[in-house]
């Protein structure tokens, strides 16, 4: 059997079913599907005659600049710095310091960068489809950008403040004033056409470095793409496979955690034009029907490394904007320091980290609501390791070789906390400070030996603890016996307001004997 004889709804290139309306079709059932567009401003694509043309808002853009039949143009929302640039003339751009732009038009002149930045761009070609682009970097405010001969449709994009590439796009049209092209974002609701629960989406697509971001439902896959051809989406009950044509990189297939109900899509791109050809969705597929989609050179920078065998993975996926995160081995990391830090996660998929021994600052800077229940027995260094999330519960983590906790846990919106095995902790400084903490489990510190400086410094300000749980953290400090380290001796807790116990009072004597000084509120006790 074919893939089209299975398929359930198909996007066929260049196919439109009513006016402004991208439509899929349902040959199983004989119905059309109509697939929402969201962006709400114009766009421009180049027609069939190879002419620049202005898409209205809200509209699927059928784009021809590097394809006979025409693509689906996904784009991320951009802003054109460069003032009336349909045909342009010399200007000095207003920009940010250190900030990366990239510069694209199209003509056979050139433009020349100097102020903030230098070089120059040299066009190709007089039409829309021989673009040209370059990426600067300016070190003042601003850039004088020097036109000679024709220049037309000339973008300067400012691009995202990110440690991956990112790239220019189609032209916005300017007038005397800046302007914006918002995000295209196109949503298909598969819900009523009876899609079972292991299927397959195919893919023709041209990506010149962008991210595909599929959502549903708050879950999805960010998809890092490159290059043209066609891949393979392969859902099955708790997994969703991305396979890849074999061009001799060490992986052929990515690997997601599946979300709930993946009925529902949200097609959005990041960094970069996405240019979807065809997509076809299908019944479940055999691996030989699978196999024959694929072709081209499409790929994803994932796919070109080999994780399995390496230890060092600092900062390897850090401030690059990422949204979900697919399953890769990496299983002989030892080094996860800053490795997924900065970026917009709000799940985390269940990784091998269990060879890790640093996890400063692995998770931080993230949006993550929850966190899997990870193999992290191995680590020593947890500071800012969870930092800046919005975590409202913990797992049962073994982090019984950890020693520096300092800001672990650090302004997140936890409002308990499980009872974890810290001791061999020295440094807990500021490690649940700003959460909504409102209790504390008992005995978390009784085999506390050597605190290092510092090591209760403004631990659990910004609480709302109860009595009982400032009773708890406490007694079991008191109960270690251990005295207060040389210098930064303030035990910090930020409480409900709640009288302090009696066996609270007692704890408090008894640390300030050993040299520790509590603080409730802020207050000296």
């Not at 962008?210 to 066609?230: C, I, P, V, W, Y």
């Not at 400063?360 to 680590?379: H, I, K, M």
């Not at 800001?407 to 095995?421: E, G, H, R, V, Y």
């Not at 410094?457 to 007694?475: P, R, S």
Request: proline letters at 4%; glycine letters at 8%; hydrophobic letters at 35%.
């Amino acid at each position: 059997m074919s893939v089209t004889d299975k398929s359930k709804v198909i996007v066929p290139k260049g196919f439109y079913g009513k006016t402004n309306v991208l439509q899929g079709f349902n040959p199983e059932t004989e119905s059309i599907v109509d697939i929402t567009t969201v962006r709400n401003t114009t766009g421009t694509i180049v027609n069939e005659a190879g002419n620049i043309e202005n898409v209205p808002a809200n509209v699927p853009r059928r784009d021809h600049a590097n394809s006979d039949c025409g693509a689906l143009l996904v784009e991320p929302q951009r802003t054109n710095l460069f003032l009336n640039s349909e045909t342009a003339s010399t200007q000095t751009i207003s920009v940010t310091s250190g900030q990366t732009y990239a510069v694209s038009f199209s003509g056979t002149g050139s433009i020349t960068f100097s102020g903030g930045a230098s070089g120059t761009l040299t066009g190709t070609g007089s039409g829309p489809k021989d673009r040209v682009s370059t990426q600067i970097t300016p070190n003042t405010n601003s850039v004088l950008c020097t036109v000679s001969g024709t220049v037309k449709y000339v973008n300067f994009e400012e691009l995202p403040d990110l440690s991956t590439s990112a790239f220019a796009t189609s032209w916005i049209e300017s007038l005397g004033a800046t302007a914006t092209r918002n995000a295209d974002e196109f949503n298909i609701d598969l819900s009523t056409e009876n899609v079972p629960e292991q299927y397959a989406l195919l893919f023709d697509v041209d990506a010149t470095g962008g991210r595909l971001l599929m959502e549903s439902t708050g879950a999805g896959f960010d998809l890092d793409l490159k290059n043209k051809g066609r891949f393979a989406m392969l859902v099955d009950l708790n997994t969703i496979t991305f396979k890849f044509p074999d061009n001799g990189q060490p992986q052929t297939e990515l690997v997601y955690e599946k979300p709930a109900d993946f009925r529902g899509i949200e097609f959005t791109a990041k960094l970069g034009p996405v240019r979807i050809e065809e997509a076809i969705w299908t019944e479940q597929l055999q691996t030989a029907e699978w196999q024959a989609w694929l072709s081209g050179t499409i790929s994803s920078s994932f796919l070109e490394t080999d994780w399995s065998v390496q230890a060092g993975f600092e900062d390897e996926f850090g401030e690059e904007d990422w949204d979900y995160f697919p399953v890769i081995d990496t299983s002989s990391g030892t080094d996860f320091r800053s490795a997924w830090g900065d970026n917009n996660l709000t799940s985390f998929p269940q990784l091998d980290v269990s060879s890790g021994t640093d996890f400063r600052f692995a998770w931080g800077d993230n949006n993550l609501t929850s966190f899997p229940q990870l193999d992290v027995s191995s680590g020593t260094n947890f500071r800012f390791a969870w930092r800046n999330n919005q975590l409202t519960s913990f797992p049962q983590l073994d982090v019984s070789s950890g020693t520096n906790f300092r800001s672990a846990w650090n302004n997140n919106q936890l409002t308990s906390f499980p009872q974890l095995d810290v001791s061999s902790g020295t440094n807990f400084s500021f490690a649940w400070i700003n959460n909504q903490l409102t209790s504390f489990p008992a005995n978390t510190f009784d085999s506390l030996v050597s605190p290092q400086n510092d090591c209760f410094e403004n631990t659990w300000n910004g609480n709302q603890i109860d009595g009982q749980g400032v009773e708890n953290i406490l007694v079991s400090i008191d109960t270690s016996g251990a005295n207060a380290p040389t210098s930064g001796k303030q035990i910090g807790i930020g409480t409900n307001g709640d009288p302090l116990t009696t066996a609270a009072q007692n704890a408090i004597t008894s640390l300030k004997s050993k040299g520790w000084d509590v603080v409730i509120d802020g207050v000296s006790q």
